[in-house]
């Protein structure tokens, strides 16, 4: 596992900084971010990606299934001058009543790991205002590393791509081969039901009556910056446009969406 995934603060840190380097540009040519401006992030873990937002004074929402990562975040946010405008909720999102309905609402390498996608994304509408946008960042399950093999305990296998796609029976076989604890099988296995393609998420973008405003495919995550001090790329040329065959060779996928009104 890399130490940044067991460093919580460092972790807040890069997710604040790649929040602020990408995500806040790549909303702001479609809405002016500022202090009028409420925000909802789900799957939050502690909050990292809300801290930017926080700092132009936006009202910010965070809501996780993890209290222990909220009880962190409420930790890491503990004397910031804007601090009454956050609020922190330990809580599964189907559980959650809110009478507020937001501006922008973000998942950043969350989708991923939602059990029912489609039944989330129908679950999102009930906390967006009509002309809201909702961004989704998240890593295609095909690509190098979407099976966040990254977190395996095996330095080798921790660094090596693309075998988490084979089947899952010897996928698991061979986490047991590597000597992982059943917890972390368990988690990885958990994200090889999940994992989402981009073709896969337009398909639910469509059932849930989405329409898209944005997209970019990044051959070199933003997220690498932070990470690595690999500077980020987008994937340009045929590959963005080939089905399937794109999912192989982008390593994040940034999306605004918005929802089409019913009535």
Not at 21 to 50: F, H, M, W
Not at 53 to 79: Q, W, Y
Not at 92 to 109: C, K
Request: glycine residues 6%; proline residues 6%; charged residues 25%.
């Amino acid at each position: 596992m890399q130490e940044r995934h067991s460093d919580s603060k460092r972790y807040f840190n890069e997710q604040a900084l790649t929040t602020q380097k990408y995500v806040i540009p790549y909303l702001s040519s479609l809405r002016k971010i500022d202090k009028n401006c409420t925000v909802l992030e789900i799957g939050c873990g502690q909050a990292g990606n809300l801290k930017p937002f926080l700092d132009l004074g936006c009202r910010c929402v965070g809501i996780d299934i993890s209290k222990g990562r909220i009880e962190n975040g409420k930790i890491f946010f503990a004397g910031h001058p804007n601090e009454a405008n956050l609020e922190l909720i330990a809580e599964d999102i189907y559980d959650t009543v809110s009478p507020e309905r937001f501006d922008v609402i973000i998942t950043r390498d969350v989708i991923e790991h939602i059990p029912n996608q489609e039944l989330f994304m129908g679950r999102c509408r009930d906390f967006m205002k009509p002309d809201g946008l909702y961004f989704i960042g998240f890593p295609p399950w095909y690509n190098p590393f979407g099976g966040h093999q990254q977190l395996l305990n095996n330095k080798l296998f921790s660094k090596l791509p693309y075998y988490h796609i084979i089947p899952r029976l010897a996928y698991k076989s061979l986490l047991k081969v590597l000597g992982e604890t059943d917890d972390k099988i368990e988690a990885m296995l958990e994200i090889y039901d999940t994992g989402i393609s981009i073709d896969r998420l337009n398909r639910v973008l469509k059932k849930n009556n989405y329409r898209k405003l944005k997209q970019t495919d990044w051959l070199v995550n933003p997220n690498y910056e932070t990470k690595f001090g690999i500077k980020p790329r987008k994937q340009i040329g045929l590959i963005s446009a080939i089905p399937f065959l794109r999912n192989f060779l982008i390593t994040a996928s940034y999306m605004v969406v918005q929802p089409i009104n019913e009535n």
